[in-house]
């Protein structure tokens, strides 16, 4: 059986392209920083990243929303998949910054509101994928993770809120591209675009499969069922 | 009915078992006391670090007991099929939820009035401001606690895994809670000289207002079959 071509592969192969563009820019064109050094170079992963991260839990939340009212597995599937991207992307956020401040401060780590946050963001959404595994069928599943995704997003401009009444952290002010020297846009850029096109190139990848393996779930618990389009079986035109 | 009626009846039919079934109520308190103590082991005994995070070990051990009176709370529904009971009653979901977090409230409520008093003794620390600004915090800070965990008590209730995933899903969320209500306690426990303690009243109010009317919103979402 010849193997279908996916399309999103389009979207990954542009998103690898650009990111490779981008991160030669930022490691062989652009000036090193002069207060940061050479590895303040990190800074161009390290900020498309934070923008990513918090971007693709944005689109998870609303997911969400929509999978909670119209119930197809296939906006749970990308709503899976879109939230283990968002929990990929927030551990490297925490990792690019510990890696960061390390050489820089002089410390993996400090209790700055946007570090807290991060980490609290990171284990809030590691926790809706973990309560997914738990949930004991295919609806119960969707649901579990819709609820769990909503009330975690709406805590997290909360969470950034409060700890911001804790003493001051050494985390510098929010970067933009109006914030940044020129030289830097065009690096920074491309590593965004990269990054979001590379985020939604694996939410696809991951909604296929998980997609696929209710369907292989369903299949091996009813042999020869007709499914739907969504992957549940059909039992005489009603759906499972 | 009205959703004020119907939360109501939810609310008093959990008083009514709480009252027949004692054991609950004295077991969460005997573990909450005894992580009281434990805490006063765990660090060195230095009179004035104790007095000075008096407000956290209370609030944490108000956090580890709600675990308890949390899950216990729907555990009863779970026996015997009786949540399905009520689900099959003609009566608002969101009413099921405002009943059990209200109670779930007040329970947590008893609790920090009990372990008050126990922990100024413990920790040796004292109330400077006035006792209504104290219960506000206590008040708001625990139904910040009720709501999110009604919620998730309710979703993991007949989950594998209940006594991982609860802990797992409330502990991120509830951080806002938990530094507001140590902050502002730990204020009524001092001086106030930032004038801080409206502040986080407003940050707690705020948290519950919205927990309360989102968690409500997603209940029924969340006991469907």
Redesign the interface.
Known sequence: MKRAFDKEHIIGVIGLLMLAYGCWKALFVVPAMNHFGEVGRIFFMHVPTAWNALLILTGSFILAIGA?FNRKPSWDAALTGSVEVGVLYTALLVVQGSIWARPTFGIWWTWDPRL?TAA?LL??FA??L??RS???NQ?QRL??T???T???Y??VP??Y???K??PRGIHQPHSFPSTVSTDYHLALRFNAIAMLLLGIWMTFRRARWILQQNAATAMSAAPGAALDAEGRTMVAGVEE | MSLLAQSRAVFLKDLLLAARGGSRLSGVLFFATMTLLLFSFATEPDPESMRRHAAGYLWLALLLSSLLSLGESFRAEVEDEALEGLRLLPVDPRALFYGKALSNTLFLVGLSLVLLPLSLGLFGAEVKSSPGLLLAFLLLGTAGLAAPGSLYAAMTSRARGQDLLLPLLLFPLVVPVLIASVKGTGLCFSADPMDQRGALLQVLTVFDLIYWSVCGLLFGKVIEE
């Open positions: 909670l807290i609290i284990i809030a926790g809706v973990s309560a738990f949930a004991n609806g649901r579990w819709a609820v769990a909503i009330v975690a709406i805590d909360i969470v809120f409060i700890v009444w804790l």
